[in-house]
T-cell receptor
Framework: DAGVTQSPTHLIKTRGQQVTLRCSPK?????VSWYQQALGQGPQFIFQ???????QRGNFPDRFSGHQFPNYSSELNVNALLLGDSALYLC???????????????FGPGTRLTVL | AQSVTQPDIHITVSEGASLELRCNYS??????LFWYVQSPGQGLQLLLK??????LVQGIKGFEAEFKRSQSSFNLRKPSVHWSDAAEYFC????????????FGDGTTLTVKP
């Protein structure tokens, strides 16, 4: 059973560029959450996708956007990159459908984004 | 809004010694609490979770954590640390309906001395 996968592993961009990160959830999961982890800090929630819609959003500007596809995979897009966007971007999957309570989320290995 | 504080940025213990990592949370409702471990360059692995019931929860790799509502704490413990436990540990609090939107502490880095 494949876990959560993310691509690419590493990425280097320059200020002002745009980037797309990809995530495939664990088999059987329908929900994808994205987190940004800056160096020396804990992950910060960016947003969550379920049923191809953004359901929850953290305190991130509109430069951060996403998408979820019918197969539950997801993309994170960041426009007009800033130096401060350099971080490890983590994707986590979980299952909401049919649940009456909380579920456990499983994390991918992350994409390391460096903005020069 | 919920928040999580991990007071210890860095802890060093000798191999075979006991370990306790502290976590304090702030949340207005019944908290759903998690401990994760992150090895260098890797994603987060769930060690254990507390949703309800017994306040002492057992996790993987010999870890356990105790939920104390009166102290707003969820400390992680291990009776005997192994060198392979060296990593960064994160405590998190999740919404009662959606673990996907979790708030994390800033982590505690564990170093294990031989």
């Amino acid at each position: 059973d494949a876990g959560v996968t993310q691509s690419p592993t590493h990425l280097i961009k320059t200020r002002g560029q745009q980037v797309t990160l990809r995530c495939s959830p664990k088999s059987g999961h329908d929900t994808v959450s994205w987190y940004q982890q800056a160096l020396g800090q804990g992950p910060q929630f960016i947003f969550q996708y379920y049923e191809e819609e953004e359901r929850q959003r953290g305190n991130f500007p509109d430069r951060f956007s996403g998408h979820q596809f019918p197969n539950y995979s997801s993309e994170l897009n960041v426009n007009a990159l800033l130096l401060g966007d350099s971080a490890l971007y983590l994707c986590a999957s979980s299952s909401i459908r049919g649940k009456s309570g909380p579920d456990t989320q499983y994390f991918g290995p992350g994409t390391r984004l460096t903005v020069l | 809004a919920q928040s999580v504080t991990q007071p210890d940025i860095h802890i060093t213990v000798s191999e075979g010694a006991s370990l306790e990592l502290r976590c304090n949370y702030s949340y207005g409702a019944t908290p759903y609490l998690f401990w994760y471990v992150q090895s260098p360059g890797q994603g987060l692995q769930l060690l254990l979770k507390y949703f309800s019931g017994d306040t002492l929860v057992q996790g993987i790799k010999g870890f356990e954590a105790e939920f104390k509502r009166s102290q707003s704490s969820f400390n992680l413990r291990k009776p005997s640390v192994h060198w392979s436990d060296a990593a960064e540990y994160f405590c998190a609090v999740g919404l009662n309906t959606n673990a996907g939107k979790s708030t994390f502490g800033d982590g505690t880095t564990l170093t294990v001395k031989p």
